[in-house]
């Protein structure tokens, strides 16, 4: 029967054994098979045209390099560490020291544990029922402690998180909202497309792999040390070595620890990735819902769905790859570090018991004991089994946090260039894709700005857009106080560029611009911005309530403001100042135009910038609307079509859209003059409009008549 038994469990090894080498093979084919086809290829293309060499070569140059532990992660880490804990002194460094004396304490309670178990199977062994109950009594009060120490290990560590989130988001947002960072970023770089992935999803898996690896590594690294003292002390108190065990120990760990790297899949790179199609994703999904009216007018829902479909395969294609990916690396982590382990550990822990004569602590030998040792050698075997298993625990889960580790770096990279972005855009540096020589040396800021009181004065200013589109190459002009300016020109000749320029949009490519501050500047758009809040805060944008009160303002000033632009209605018909609503769906298109007008009488600044801010207004309320602004003594610098409006201004900027301009002054005689020329221009227009439908019907009656004309030219 025993010869039986010990030719099944060689058979159940060598199958347990050819399993295993065969999954190993395997993994070792997955990864040596594309290896070897690389290098075919290689090979083969080895003698292809130079020509194809060199633009592959250039390819590879511009690819970024892909995240991974290495110093330039360490650097990242280490200036994101300054800014999540900048002094022991903080709230994260206390919570991370309570975290730590918790992870020390639950690595005693282990130890003590682990003892326990030994000193319990000892009882049982020796049928020894009074001391099995006090043991087992001590083992159910060391329970109460232990599992509150592993809720508060948890606890902790997601406090800890969104401890680290809620300063990694704070210092984030005022870098973000600094200097127009937050417009720079959109529109004059081109390094992050999606600055919301960024702000919200990266942010916080940094900070929660960032805790989850701090706990998962304090405590394996305290387990290790202590697990691995308790052990030594125990050897050397029966009087048994602990050199083979230790040399076996680190050898498995060694080999391990290499072949784990060494087959590791770069999953850094395969997580930034990840994040990318994640942030495309939504970005196409926001796309969709800030353009739903005009996608619904088109019937574009084929085409937009097309393209979401398109993007989360996208997705979906770099998550199975690395859930593949996943799937053969943790077959192998599973195989080295569960049951290689499992088998060193085991030989560990028989070697000094089957090697020595363990000696008590009294100086007697074990076997000297009535049972022969048996329940002495028992306890030591479990408090090493369960010390032993604690420990190689805590090594897997460092050796296994590797992956993790890479995830890390991936978070950490795709965090390190936000900020790095955003504090180049703030300082005027920017970046943009698919751009030649040519447009690098017209994108660069060579032009100055300059500070003055109560002037605008350009001199040689290129207006130029983020692309490197040269609009206007110069641009020379002086605009005093009370100097009203109307802008008209072609569909992109440079307008509204030319505001973007002085409102600090964008930057000064060339030349010189003399202006006043922004807050002495307030720019109205077309379609004005209602922000979320009351009907008061419309009105007060980008004031709060307690800029409104320092300004000594109160509600009867704001309704005298609302009834220069005739809305004074709308404070009863909305129910108040205090009410809330979705403005930008409750106001009408000429009410929204209002409202951005009554924010000029609030702010009342020295100039106005007004893009066709009245295009929805009637004429009347438009031209009082203007008039009370050039009483209140605002310059205004108006872009419109409108021939009403002119009698509002002094003088007269003119592009022709080809890169050329002219400054003349308005005065009553040009106006007039204007005025007959804007009106012949529109008869002639509208004469022009009918002349395809006449020329359509000569075209029919000479078909009818079987006749040609002499208007039409000549059918062969």
Not at 90 to 111: G, P, W, Y
Not at 463 to 475: A, R, Y
């Amino acid at each position: 029967m025993s010869l039986l038994t010990s030719k099944t469990m060689g058979c159940r090894c060598k199958m347990a054994g050819g399993v295993a080498a065969g999954l190993v093979a395997i993994y070792a084919a997955r990864k040596c098979i594309p290896v070897c086809v690389k290098m075919l290829t290689a090979h083969k293309s080895k003698h292809s045209g130079d020509e194809t060499r060199h633009r592959r070569q250039n390819c590879d140059k511009s690819k970024k390099k892909s995240p991974t532990v290495n110093w330039e992660f360490l650097r990242q880490l280490h200036d994101i560490i300054k800014i999540i804990i900048p002094s022991p002194f903080t709230k994260e460094f206390a919570i991370i020291t309570l975290h730590t004396a918790t992870l020390v304490s639950r690595t005693f309670l282990s130890i003590y544990v682990a003892k326990l178990d030994g000193t319990m199977v000892k009882t049982i062994v020796q049928r020894d029922v009074n001391r099995f109950i006090i043991t087992l009594s001590k083992w159910l009060l060391i329970a109460i402690p232990a599992t509150f120490i592993n809720s508060l290990i948890r606890f902790l560590e997601n406090k800890l998180a969104l401890a680290l989130r809620t300063k990694l988001v704070s210092h984030a947002y005022d870098k973000y909202f600094a200097n127009q960072t937050y417009y720079r970023v959109g529109n004059l770089d081109s390094r992050l497309s999606n600055a919301d992935q960024c702000l919200t999803d990266d942010i916080s898996m940094f900070t929660q792999n960032f805790a989850h690896l701090y706990s998962h590594l304090t405590k394996p690294i305290l387990d290790v040390a202590l697990n691995s003292l308790t052990l030594a002390t125990l050897a050397s108190n029966r009087g048994a070595s602990s050199k083979l065990p230790s040399v076996l120990a680190s050898v498995v760990i060694v080999v391990t620890g290499y072949t784990l790297r060494a087959l590791s899949p770069k999953f850094g790179k395969l997580v930034t990735e990840e994040a990318n199609r994640k942030g495309y994703l939504r970005y196409i999904h926001s796309r969709l819902i800030a353009n739903a009216e005009e996608i619904a007018f088109y019937g574009g829902h084929r085409v937009e769905q097309d393209i979401l479909k398109k993007s989360y395969k996208l997705l979906a294609v770099q998550m199975d790859l690395i859930f593949q990916k996943k799937l053969w690396y943790v077959m192998l982590e599973q195989f080295l570090m569960k049951y290689v382990w499992s088998a060193s550990g085991m030989t560990m822990i028989a070697f000094p018991i089957i090697t020595t004569q363990a000696i008590k602590a009294d100086g007697s030998f074990v076997d000297d004991d009535p049972d022969g040792g048996v329940s002495e050698r028992t306890q030591s075997f479990t408090t090493a089994k369960n010390l032993l298993v604690t420990t190689a625990d805590a090594i897997e889960r460092m050796m296994s946090s590797y992956k993790e580790i890479t995830e890390l770096a991936g978070y950490t990279s795709r965090v390190s260039q936000m900020f790095t972005v955003f504090d180049e855009v703030s300082q005027g540096h920017y970046e943009r894709g698919a751009i030649t020589d040519d447009m690098s040396n017209i994108l660069q800021c060579k032009g100055e700005v300059i500070n003055t009181v109560s002037r605008i004065e350009i001199n040689d200013l290129a207006i130029v857009t983020p692309i490197g589109d040269i609009v206007v190459p110069k641009l020379s002009l002086k605009i005093e106080p009370q100097m009203h300016m109307l802008i008209s020109g072609p569909n992109g000749c440079g307008k509204s560029s030319l505001f973007r320029i002085l409102s600090g949009l964008w930057p000064v490519y060339k030349g010189t611009l003399h202006k006043p501050l922004p807050s002495t500047m307030f720019y109205i758009p077309q379609r004005p911005y209602m922000s979320i809040g009351s009907l008061r805060d419309q009105v007060i944008y980008p004031d709060g309530q307690e800029d409104m009160i320092a300004k000594h303002l109160t509600d009867s000033d704001l309704e005298v403001i609302l009834n220069i632009v005739h809305l004074q209605h709308i404070v009863k018909r909305e129910g108040g100042w205090d009410a809330n609503s979705d403005w930008k769906d409750v106001l009408s298109g000429g009410e929204k135009q209002r409202m951005g007008m009554a924010r000029l009488f609030y702010h009342k600044p020295q100039f106005a910038l007004l893009d066709e801010c009245t295009s929805a207004v009637s004429i009347d309320v438009e031209s009082h609307i203007y008039q009370t602004a050039k009483d209140s003594g605002i310059t205004l610098l108006t872009i419109t079509h409108r021939p009403s409006l002119w009698k509002f201004h002094t003088h007269l900027l003119q592009f022709d859209g080809e890169g050329g301009w002219r400054l003349e002054e308005l005065d009553a005689a040009t106006v007039s003059t204007r005025l007959s020329l804007n009106e012949e221009k529109q008869k002639l227009e509208t004469q022009l409009a009918g002349v395809p439908r006449i020329q359509q019907r000569l075209i029919e009656l000479c078909s009818i008549l079987g006749e040609d004309s002499v208007q039409l030219p000549p059918t062969s």
